[in-house]
């Protein structure tokens, strides 16, 4: 219901927020498309991509949804653009990411991935001032947990969540569990992905995985603020490459 002195909507208006909610669903839709048909390898790395035209057309979006999911892809890291000449392919990413993630979740996850950096960084760096003995303990438990997993070729998501609520917990400060908590679902849906792709992969990517934990348990251990934010920040974002740049690290 409208008020005395507010003017009713016109017919068919939509609100700028609704129009570029459904805007950011359609470029994250193109984005996937175009990711897919990299990974598949229908687009091989150093090719150059078709048209906005071409793409736009093949896609079903206007050429400003394109737009927006193509910088998305230069952001990433995937494609690259040159002035006149179009759209180049960088990085071909796993190609068995499409069969773990979820239709519609990557460029959820994408975001998922730069918010953890930004979050758990700070989060481990007040930690790293504030944690205690109990904390450790909880920690050092987790690791061991996911050694074990590790070593029985089980996908570990739990203890690897519970290892970082526990960063989380040691910094004393209740809104960096608030922040995770609020997409937990989208981190736990990364986790699956990156901990299922590494499965695909030797031992030893798990290890490396492990040994990223272990530099974060370190910083935390020796005090050292500046060290176990950059540890945190380097394992979520290695994370990151390992699923969309196809990275080997």
Known sequence: MTSPNQKPPRPGAQSRDSRTAGDRTLSD???ESVLAMIAG??????????????????LEVSRPILRRALKQLREDGVISSRQGSGS?????????????????????????FEFRAAIEGEAAYIAA????????????????????????????VDADEAFHEAVCTASDNKYFLAARSSMKSNILTGMNLTRSLSMTKTKDRLALVQQEHYAILDALVAGD?????????????NARK????GASL
């Open 29 to 31: 839709a193109a984005y």
């Open 41 to 58: 390898g229908e687009f091989a790395v150093g090719s150059k991509l078709p048209s906005e035209e071409v793409l736009s057309q093949q």
């Open 88 to 112: 180049f392919v960088m990085r071909r990413p796993e190609g068995v990411m499409l069969q773990f993630a979820p239709i519609g979740s990557i460029a959820d996850i994408q975001r998922t």
């Open 129 to 156: 001032q504030r944690r205690d003995e109990n904390d450790l303990k909880r920690l050092r438990s987790a690791l061991a947990e996911l050694d074990r997993c590790v070593q029985a070729g089980e996908l570990g």
């Open 225 to 237: 603020p500046p060290a176990a934010r950059e540890a945190m920040r380097v394992h979520v974002l």
């Open 242 to 245: 390992r699923v969309f740049e």
